[in-house]
Nanobody, 124 residues
Framework: QVQLVESGGGLVQSGGSLRLSCAAS????????IAWFRQGPGKEREAVSC????????WYADSVEGRFTTSRDNSQNIVYLHMSSLNPDDTAVYYC?????????????????WGQGTQVTVSS
């Protein structure tokens, strides 16, 4: 059974850092694109980052470019989202997702398997 589980969310002060983890079961993450999305209160779900299995290429939303980094630990079958210089606008539920394809456009509509999400709250 294909499953994704996020962890690492919490409450952090503005300017702080967090590392989110996305652990997979039922498939090998290294072979597929893994995405991070977020949905803030009263906002639509938005793409944050994607990491492809094709040469490990990455994409980041403009709003997080230079502050967030996504990486893989293939030995643990985990993808991380390292977040720094957090601000209150980053407050959201963060989800990881996959569609079990090696390259997928970084759009929510293209991903079929989602984790349950982890809450990130940034206080000012």
């Amino acid at each position: 059974q294909v499953q994704l589980v996020e962890s690492g969310g919490g409450l952090v002060q503005s300017g702080g850092s967090l590392r989110l983890s996305c652990a997979a079961s039922g498939f090998t993450m290294a072979y597929y694109t893994i995405a991070w999305f977020r949905q803030g209160p009263g906002k639509e779900r938005e793409a944050v980052s994607c990491i492809s299995s094709v040469e490990g290429s990455t994409w980041y939303a403009d709003s997080v470019e230079g502050r967030f980094t996504t990486s893989r630990d293939n030995s643990q079958n985990i993808v991380y989202l390292h977040m720094s210089s957090l601000n209150p606008d980053d407050t959201a539920v963060y989800y990881c997702a996959t569609d079990l394809r090696d390259w997928v456009p970084c759009r929510a509509m293209d991903f079929g398997t989602w984790g349950q999400g982890t809450q990130v709250t940034v206080s000012s």
